[in-house]
């Protein structure tokens, strides 16, 4: 089974922090993907990545940017956390087209 | 976009009876996974069933693509089964568009 591994299962920053959320994956999966997911909304798209240095926007990108420097590794980034970003992050990889995508622990991030 | 929806949003058993939660989706879809998401946050994949029946210890799933819905069976509850579960499905692309949700709490 793949494993997804993120970097923290709780995190409390201060508003305008720089916050970073790492995901790691095992499997050599070629996409990655970060999805927030709030009461009565859902899980939603942030961002995904189909390859080393490869993104794409997707449902709400806007107060974030991502990072995947390595096939492994990809990061969330909030450049300046707002509370509005409060929420539950989750990561997950999946290979290419065969659209069954593997899920991490989560981060529940709380902005102060 | 393709929508998805499930029912019922909210289920209630004791333990030992069995359930059937149900996944309408509105378009062809290529895949079709369902997902328990534990109390602490996790979502642990179930099945990966974009058509036909699968089986998995008290746990079953049957897709009907041509009619554009999915079934997912618990049997003989256990309170570990309590939970949301997620069905998703994806459409000639890599991102998966989920469901509303069923909450399911098991009472000894």
């Known amino acids: 089974d793949v494993k997804v591994t993120q970097s923290s299962r709780y995190l409390v920053k201060r508003t305008g922090e720089k916050v970073f959320l790492e995901c790691v994956q095992d499997m050599d999966h070629e996409n990655m993907f970060w999805y927030r997911q709030d009461p009565g909304l859902g899980l939603r798209l942030i961002y995904f990545?189909?390859?080393?240095?490869?993104?794409e926007k997707g449902d709400i990108p806007e107060g974030y940017s991502v990072s995947r420097e390595k096939k492994e590794r990809f990061s969330l980034i909030l450049e300046s956390a707002s509370t509005n970003q409060t929420s539950m992050y989750l990561c997950?990889?999946?290979?290419?087209?065969?659209?069954?995508?593997?899920f991490g622990p989560g981060t529940r991030l709380t902005v102060t | 976009g393709i929508q998805v929806e499930q029912s019922p949003p909210d289920l209630i058993l004791q333990e030992g009876a069995n359930s059937t939660l149900r996944c309408n989706f509105s378009?062809?879809?290529?895949?079709l996974q369902w997902f328990h998401q534990n109390p602490w946050g996790q979502l642990i994949n179930l099945f990966y069933i974009p058509s036909g029946t699968k089986q998995n210890g008290r746990l079953s799933a049957t897709t009907v693509a041509t009619e554009r819905y999915s079934l997912l069976y618990i049997s003989s509850s256990q309170t570990t089964d309590s939970g949301v579960y997620f069905c998703?499905?994806?459409?000639?692309?890599?991102?998966?568009?989920f469901g509303t949700g069923t909450r399911l709490q098991v009472f000894p």
């Open positions: 998703a499905v994806t459409r000639n692309t890599d991102k998966l568009i």
């Open positions: 990545s189909y390859d080393v240095k490869m993104k």
């Open positions: 997950a990889a999946g290979r290419t087209n065969s659209y069954e995508q593997y």
């Open positions: 378009d062809s879809v290529n895949n």
